[in-house]
T-cell receptor, first 111, second 117 residues
Framework: TQLLEQSPQFLSIQEGENLTVYCNSS?????LQWYRQEPGEGPVLLVT?????EVKKLKRLTFQFGDARKDSSLHITAAQPGDTGLYLC???????????FGGGTRLMVKP | NAGVTQTPKFRVLKTGQSMTLLCAQD?????MYWYRQDPGMGLRLIHY???????AKGEVPDGYNVSRLKKQNFLLGLESAAPSQTSVYFC????????????????FGPGTRLTVL
């Protein structure tokens, strides 16, 4: 059983559509990160959220950390083919602990 | 800067064979990590190191050994490979580890795809 559950596991949409992916846990996380991984490469950090209720924007990507710090979401507006990839959330459960990764959401944006 | 590099990129082993994966970073980072990535499982931490000469177990350490003889290198060894170790292996490094409640940015290598027959 994973500490961080991501949904959906797979998502295939047309260019221009909006989408939201979720990262949920029954545990409280002190901080949470979102990474994007392209085929054949390692993950790259997109954002870190620390405060419950925090919202961060990165161009067309909006990240939110739940008020109770048990969940997070990533919303993409007007998706583009360049957004295609594997999106991973990762969190720190307690001070001094290592990162725990979710299973990932694989996104495909078709032209 | 090359960042984090991994060798080899691909490898096929027979059950029982041994091999070593090499990770090198040129960012003078203290922390280094080895993860494995399996479909739907995200990344799972195998071993990590908080500095030269020190290593620690992660979530899934069984069947693997590591060494950090030099600050810039982190080696992952498989003494007797098993089909269950078929996976993509990623190395990462960070300047610091977890500062209180926030993980420092981890920089990942491109991965090694290992198949054990």
């Amino acid at each position: 059983t994973q500490l961080l559950e991501q949904s959906p596991q797979f998502l295939s949409i047309q260019e221009g559509e909006n989408l939201t992916v979720y990262c949920n846990s029954s545990s409280v996380f002190s901080s949470l990160q979102w990474y994007r991984q392209e085929p054949g490469e390692g993950p790259v950090l997109l954002v870190t959220v620390v405060t419950g209720g925090e919202v961060k924007k990165l161009k067309r990507l909006t990240f939110q950390f739940g008020d109770a710090r048990k969940d997070s979401s990533l919303h993409i507006t007007a998706a583009q083919p360049g957004d295609t990839g594997l999106y991973l959330c990762a969190g720190v459960a307690n001070a001094g602990n290592m990162l725990t990764f979710g299973g990932g959401t694989r996104l495909m944006v078709k032209p | 800067n090359a960042g984090v590099t991994q060798t080899p990129k691909f490898r096929v082993l027979k059950t029982g064979q041994s091999m070593t994966l090499l990770c090198a970073q040129d960012m003078n980072h203290e922390y280094m990590y080895w993860y494995r990535q399996d479909p739907g499982m995200g990344l799972r931490l195998i071993h990590y190191s908080v500095g030269e000469g020190t290593t620690a177990k992660g979530e899934v350490p069984d069947g693997y050994n590591v060494s950090r003889l030099k600050k810039q290198n982190f080696l992952l060894g498989l003494e007797s490979a098993a089909p269950s170790q078929t996976s993509v292996y990623f190395c990462a490094s960070s300047s610091t580890g977890t500062s209180g409640f926030v993980s420092d940015t981890q920089y990942f290598g491109p991965g090694t795809r290992l198949t054990v027959l």
